[in-house]
Structures are given as structure tokens and as C-alpha cells.
């Protein structure tokens, strides 16, 4: 099983990425999948969670309004399109099923 997370970056105030992670190892569409964030010094909490077949999605509210999560089963792939960019935002992003080790994150930098 690995999930590998990508299309981090520096990027203004904002400015808009979208996070990438592929999945392997297991039936993807059979799990719900969330992003999870580590800002510095801090605990890593939820930012958006999906269901399996897509249908059904959920947002910390701190990002509601400006993140929308997404996934392509036929691709294995979960996304985080993240619009209207702010320092805070800046940290280390995870996709995440609890039935399935970390993968390595993606450093998203907010900043001018």
C-alpha cells in the first residue's frame, strides 16, 4: 500500500494548487480518502475528506468556500484544488485512510 502526494509548491498569497496523490495497493474506491495538514509547530489536522464513490465530501472551516476535494477512481487519484491561498494555509499536506501508513506529504508555502 502507498499513497504519494504531489503538486506542492511556493506560491503567493492568492494563488491557487492543486494537490495531487495517487493511491496503490488496495481497491481504491472501496475507501473514503482525506487531506490532512501539518502546519509548522503544530498537530496536523483534517482539511477535506471524500467518500468513496465521490459523492460525498466534507470541509474544515477554515477552508470551506475556498478547497474543493476531488477523486478519479479509474485513476487511483485523490485531488485538493486549493483556490484563494493564505499564509496560514502553508504546511505539509497528506492524503489519508486510517487502514493505510503516511505517505511523505507535500509542502505547500504560502507567501510573498
Known amino acids: 500500500v502507498q499513497l504519494v502526494e504531489s503538486g506542492g509548491g511556493l506560491v503567493q498569497p492568492g494563488g491557487s494548487l492543486r494537490l495531487s496523490c495517487v493511491a496503490s495497493g488496495f481497491t481504491f474506491s472501496m475507501y473514503g480518502m482525506s487531506w490532512y495538514r501539518r502546519p509548522p509547530g503544530k498537530e496536523r489536522e483534517l482539511v477535506a475528506s471524500?467518500?468513496?464513490?465521490?459523492?460525498?465530501?466534507n470541509y474544515a472551516t477554515a477552508v470551506k468556500g475556498r478547497f474543493t476535494i476531488s477523486r478519479d477512481n479509474a485513476k487511483n487519484t485523490v485531488y485538493l484544488q486549493m483556490n484563494s491561498l493564505k499564509p496560514e494555509d502553508t504546511a505539509v499536506y497528506y492524503c489519508?485512510?486510517?487502514?493505510?501508513?503516511w505517505g511523505q506529504g507535500t509542502l505547500v508555502t504560502v507567501s510573498s
Open positions: 471524500i467518500s468513496g464513490a465521490g459523492g460525498n465530501t
Open positions: 489519508y485512510n486510517a487502514a493505510f501508513p
